[in-house]
């Protein structure tokens, strides 16, 4: 395993033992004299002072040195070069280290080279500049580094980039742009309107060619502190002209009439994309490029969604800003509803239930009813000398104790009175029960739900289960069997015949189900308002089981709520609250005693009360506003004097 190491290590270790003995062959000089030996001992004898590395430094230098080699093996020069400098650094001692990080040093430059060349034949002139630049820094004195990077310079010079050959390919031109004086002017001029013009262009370096269409009237033009695009529209406006670039510093005023923009006015192509858009929503943005920014030459591609437009470069941008203000869609609204469910049961069971029954009956039928029932078992009693025949109390005490009588009324306890015949007996049912228990139980529920809905937009939530409830059932009626005595189906026995009636011959019964949602159902409607807040529409309904079912269908609680709210943003309102409140108390105990004050409290008493609270709170969050002022910038549009 360690042989391949070792063989690296010998290679190595060769290649900087010959570029050691290079590198003293070629520096090597000319026998010196005493006298220059002398004169010149810090160059061939190493300081005293040079501090000695210690073992521990030793050894770690060692391993960096065994894994540059490892590193060189696969050709990573630089990773070596750095191991081995590393190495010198702990033991200057062994010129070694800094040979070998030489002789990376130059293979990493060589290697730099190679990647320079290879990506300047494929035309990839920033990676071939990066390889030589860093060779560059690993071997700063290289001149033949030096040398490729101008070269390299000269022919990226002659090589035209892709921007270059995409620049001298034919372009369309867009809208001529005039530069004029930047700052602000002050004009009070009294002449005629063509002098007007020409000084006011005059003073914002512009060269005003002015159309024989614009009137010599005299005007008076007085305006402060104004750019060259207030002044040009104040000038404009009060002369009843337009203006039309030429150049970046000439322009060309005429006339404001239709047939002088139709032949003055420069024309701009622009192709609106209408991504996502309906037929209907297409031809409402050509309606209103055709109506609103009167652009007569307008076609609207519904198969491709654009709409392509030509008209003056004002009134397109004013269109484009006016379409992004229509694209940016609408408010989306997050409602926050919290359904909070309280339930309080409490139920307290006191007092003492006293005998409220007593039950007479006459003792010889009784014993005599027994004797009868169970003459096997009274010779069983006699013959084992148990009891004498003449003694039925200690007969029917035996009978009672062994069990074998199990419903009998002398199991309980009884007192007689009378004599003879008509001895009877009296027992009591309960004689007093003592009830002393406390029963209560609380629960609270907390539901939450969020609903993210478009400005206008409804949607639905459904917070539950589908419970199913049978609503009808239907039979499927087979044929017993042929129905015509003695005809049997061909080619079958009567067994066989009594078999498949058993099978399709029956009525089955197949029920069919409809299922309902259980919890919560939210239907709602914002509307963010100019205000900033937000009116819904809801209606919310709750559903629940009831706990019992009349003929197999259960019943169903429900609670809803419809209406309509304006709630402010990020405030929660409730929106429903609902307490339920059942208190009840019964009696148990003798009339008349259970009635007088003070006996009331010791006498059986069941108080039993039960309180639940809903509670629905909603909050409307607007995430995104993008019509927050109410309405878009407004954008000025040029009219000619045809359309005033």
Known sequence: MNQPRFSTLQRFVSLVLVAALTSAQAQSPAPATPADAASKPAETQPAKNTKLPTTSERRRATKLYMQAASLYEAQQFEKAMELNRQAAELDPTNPNYALAAEVARSHAVTALIQESTKNQIRGDFAASRAALERAQQLDPQNTGVADRMRGLADAAIRQPTALELASRAPALGGPIEILPKPGTQSFHLHSSARQVIQQVFTAYGINATIDS?????????????????????????????????????????????????????????????????????????????????????????????????????????????????????????????????????????????????????????????????????IQQIIASGLASPGDTLAILAILIASGAVSSSIFQNGFFVFGGGLTLTGVTPGTIATVNLSLNSSESRALQSSTLRLEDGEEGTLKSGTRYPIMTSTFSNLGIAGSGLAGVTLPGTSGGLNSLLANFTGGASNIPQFQYEDLGLTLKARPRVLRSGDVAMTLDMKITALAGSAINNVPILANRSYTGAVTVPVNQGVVLAAEIDRTESRAISGWPGLSEIPGLNNVTQKNDQVNSATLLIIITPHVLRSPHAAGHTPMYRVERTQGNR
Do not use: C, K, W
Request: glycine share 4%; aromatic share 6%; net charge negative.
């Open 213 to 377: 269409t614009v009137r010599s009237d005299r005007v008076r033009f007085d305006i402060d502190d104004v750019d060259f695009t207030q002044a040009s529209r104040a000038l404009m406006l009060m002369s009843n002209s337009f203006y039309v670039p030429i150049d970046m510093h000439r322009v060309l005023v005429a006339r404001n009439t239709v047939a002088n923009r139709m032949q003055y006015e420069r024309n701009a192509v622009d192709t609106v994309y209408l991504s996502g858009m309906s037929t209907n929503d297409m031809t409402e943005i050509g309606n209103i490029a055709r109506n609103v920014f009167d652009v007569r030459q307008l076609n609207v591609d519904q198969s491709a969604a654009t709409i392509v437009l030509r008209g003056p470069t004002d009134t397109l941008n004013a269109f484009n800003a006016t379409f992004d203000n229509l694209s940016e869609g609408r408010s989306e609204v997050l409602l926050d509803v919290r359904m909070i469910q309280l339930a309080h049961n409490r139920g307290l069971n006191t007092g003492i239930q006293p005998m409220q029954t007593l039950t007479a009956f006459n003792v010889t039928s009784e014993v005599q009813s027994i004797f009868q029932q169970n003459q096997a078992l």
